[in-house]
Every structure is written in structure tokens, then in C-alpha cells.
Nanobody
């Protein structure tokens, strides 16, 4: 089992910045990807950014150029630097970790509890 603990959410005015952190603990060996999803009221949960092992990243079009994901694998922590925030970024942000299937094991997905990000003037 992998436990994910997010921190860093809060309130910002448009144009501001926030940095989210997610620390993984437990059986963290062999994780293949860590990332961030978000869910706004009335919307489905959507991918924001993902970092894969080794060294790949992918972003939602809506955040490209504004958000940066980084994965400190040695410390089992993933970060999301969010710059030039917009009101549309308001959502609960969830940390996600994934272990891909192998011939001997099933795939596994883990979620954090979520942290609220609110962008408003």
C-alpha cells in the first residue's frame, strides 16, 4: 500500500503562484508514475500533469507553460509548481501514484485525499 499526503493548497488571486507537494510513504518501490489530477465542482476529475519514470512529463493543454511538475524519486515526493494562476484553476487537486502491471503483479493506483486550490479576485 502507498499513502499519499498532499500539502500546499490555498487561496491566490489571479496571476499568483502556488506550489503543491505530495509525499509518498509505504510500499513506494517500483512506482512508475506520479502526478496530479483536479476536480472542480460539477466536473469530472481530470489530469493536470504527470511525471513518469524515467524522466517523462505530460501536461493538460490548459496548464502548459504555466504549471511544472517535478518528481524527487529519492525522497518519494512530487511537486506541482503553479504559476500565472487563473480562476479556472480552482479545484481540489489530488495526488496520484501508479505502479504498472508486470508479469507477476497487477497494476495499482493510489490517491491522496486532495487539497483545495482557490483562485479568485
Amino acid at each position: 500500500q502507498v499513502h499519499l499526503l498532499e500539502s500546499g493548497g490555498g487561496f491566490r488571486q489571479p496571476g499568483g503562484s502556488l506550489r503543491l507537494s505530495c509525499a509518498a510513504s509505504g510500499s513506494t518501490w517500483g512506482l512508475n508514475a506520479m502526478g496530479w489530477y483536479r476536480q472542480a465542482p460539477g466536473n469530472q476529475r481530470e489530469l493536470v500533469a504527470i511525471a513518469t519514470n524515467p524522466g517523462g512529463t505530460n501536461y493538460a493543454d490548459s496548464v502548459k507553460g504555466r504549471f511544472t511538475i517535478s518528481w524527487d524519486e529519492a525522497n518519494n515526493t512530487v511537486y506541482l509548481q503553479m504559476d500565472t494562476l487563473e480562476p479556472e484553476d480552482t479545484a481540489v487537486y489530488y495526488c496520484h501514484a501508479q505502479r504498472w502491471a508486470t508479469p507477476l503483479t497487477n497494476a495499482a493506483n493510489y490517491w491522496g485525499q486532495g487539497t483545495q486550490v482557490t483562485v479568485s479576485s
